[in-house]
């Protein structure tokens, strides 16, 4: 089992920056693919970025890539998502996953392990 717990979100103004961690404890969470996903009110959760378990490889989606970084310390069992130039349709709440099979995976049902999410709202 892995515990996931994100920290970081905020308000922040549009061009502004925000960066998450997740903490992630439990049994070899350090081996694990982990990712970041985001879901606004209304909408499906979507993937924004994901990294391999050594952390040489690295995913994102088209509407973040160029703008976030994923990157991950193993050492401390921690994966990071910095976010530059954010939009107001940044804002969602944000989920750390973990537990994919293939590090390329996108959708949220490839993961097995989820944090409880943390809000980031950015302001026009």
């Known amino acids: 089992q892995v515990q996931l717990v994100e920290s970081g979100g905020g308000l922040v103004q549009a061009g502004g920056s925000l960066r998450l961690s997740c903490a992630a404890s439990?049994?070899?969470?350090?081996?694990?693919?982990m990712a970041w996903f985001r879901q606004a009110p209304g909408k499906e959760r979507e993937f924004v970025a994901g990294?391999?378990?050594?952390?040489?490889?690295?995913y994102y989606a088209d509407s973040v890539k160029g703008r976030f970084t994923i990157s991950r310390d193993n050492a401390k069992n921690t994966v990071y998502l910095q976010m530059n130039t954010l939009k107001p349709e940044d804002t969602a709440v944000y989920y750390c996953?973990?537990?994919?099979?293939?590090?390329?995976?996108?959708?949220?049902?490839?993961?097995?392990?989820w944090g409880q999410g943390t809000q980031v709202t950015v302001s026009s």
């Open positions: 990294i391999s378990r050594s952390g040489s490889n690295t």
């Open positions: 439990g049994r070899t969470s350090n081996t694990y693919v």
């Open positions: 996953a973990a537990g994919a099979y293939y590090s390329t995976a996108r959708r949220p049902s490839e993961y097995n392990y």
